[in-house]
């Protein structure tokens, strides 16, 4: 339950990072953390081209990255775009194989410094948390409640704002090296997601708003983790201001839950003043403040206070991958083995 909203939001991000990290950046060069990161990048991967060739003269390759990020003359190179439509239509953008390298060496430091701010209920690309366990802290908190409030980040990693963004990391990054690697991950992907975006005004902006960096790649290591760092602020926001109790969040997809409806509402106000400092907005067809008892989609399936059902997209997509999977079979394209790895 949360208390009664009395007070006006602060007109910074709440949430500060407290202690601060400086001479990282040896770390993150060191020989160790980039061949660790490179063992990281290759998993499950080994058989393809650009794994087998940097693999060839593995060393070589590792001093030579190592010498362009300690002079700082490393440039990502482009990424490769394509679409997925399953669960929906996405542009997913892979970053070359040895940049992938440095998402792995950077993640490796940066991590461990954030992860344990992060609130218990974030469950998306966290070790030790996930989908399964998301489903069911959800149903946990609707057995609790009368009411949920469940919504979306409208275009989510199209809007992450590069410049918040930095100010985020840079609150506890204080290297410079460190800053100037993220600088340059973040501008090889400014722009990529452009088509993705429709411009949302906020308030104080002016023309020069348009020009914003924004957009993260979909597929990055990298970007997992930013989004997660950027929307702590809304975590640290809702459990420490709105002092919510039942609040759960999965990527950019999250519900609060409470006893009464009208809270709920005013709840929502909150959040989405909250969000305009982010330069976020909540999806307008994906917010919904309801009874618990008709049922709520979360993650794929639909949660009652006494059962959990699998929605009926998520079944006719695993119809459509075991039709796929069985005509891969049949023309030889899998075998038994791979077959039942992919039914898993």
């Not at 989609?297 to 929605?311: A, K, N, V």
Request: include cysteine; aromatic fraction near 12%.
């Amino acid at each position: 339950m949360c208390r009664t909203l009395a007070l006006a939001i602060s007109k910074q991000l709440v949430h500060t990072w407290m202690k601060t990290f400086k001479h990282l950046y040896d770390t993150l060069t060191s020989f160790p953390n980039l061949l660790a990161a490179y063992e990281r990048a290759r998993k499950g991967k080994r058989s393809r081209d650009a794994v087998a060739r940097f693999d060839w003269h593995l060393e070589r390759n590792l001093i030579g990255l190592q010498e362009r990020l300690r002079g700082r003359t490393y440039r990502p190179g482009r990424y490769r775009s394509f679409y997925v439509y399953e669960p929906k239509r996405r542009l997913v953008s892979a970053a070359p194989f040895i940049d992938r390298v440095v998402h792995h060496a950077l993640c490796r430091v940066i991590e461990p410094i954030f992860e344990p701010r992060f609130i218990y209920d974030s469950y998306a690309c966290r070790t030790g948390k996930g989908t399964h366990r998301a489903v069911r802290r959800f149903c946990r908190f609707m057995g609790q409640n009368q009411y949920v409030f469940k919504t979306d980040i409208w275009r989510y990693f199209p809007s992450i704002d590069h410049a918040i963004l930095q100010d985020i990391l840079n609150r506890r990054l204080v290297d410079d090296n460190v800053r100037w690697l993220i600088a340059t991950i973040l501008s090889s992907g400014n722009g990529i997601l452009a088509h993705e975006y429709i411009m949302q005004w906020f308030p104080g902006d002016d023309l020069f708003a348009v020009s914003r960096p924004r957009g993260l790649p979909i597929g990055n290591l990298t970007s997992q983790f930013f989004g997660n760092v950027y929307l702590h602020e809304l975590d640290a926001f809702i459990k420490h201001d709105l002092r919510c109790r039942h609040y759960i969040r999965y990527c950019d997809d999250f519900a609060i839950f409470s006893p009464s409806k009208h809270m709920l509402h005013d709840i929502r106000q909150e959040i989405e003043r909250f969000l305009e400092r982010l330069r976020l907005r909540l999806h307008p067809q994906k917010t919904l403040i309801q009874p618990v008892a008709v049922g709520t989609e979360f993650l794929g399936y639909r949660i009652y206070p006494t059962h959990i059902r699998i929605s009926k997209a998520n079944v006719k997509r695993f119809v459509r991958r075991m039709r796929h999977h069985q005509m891969q079979y049949q023309q030889g394209q899998l075998s038994v083995r791979e077959l039942g790895r992919a039914v898993q």
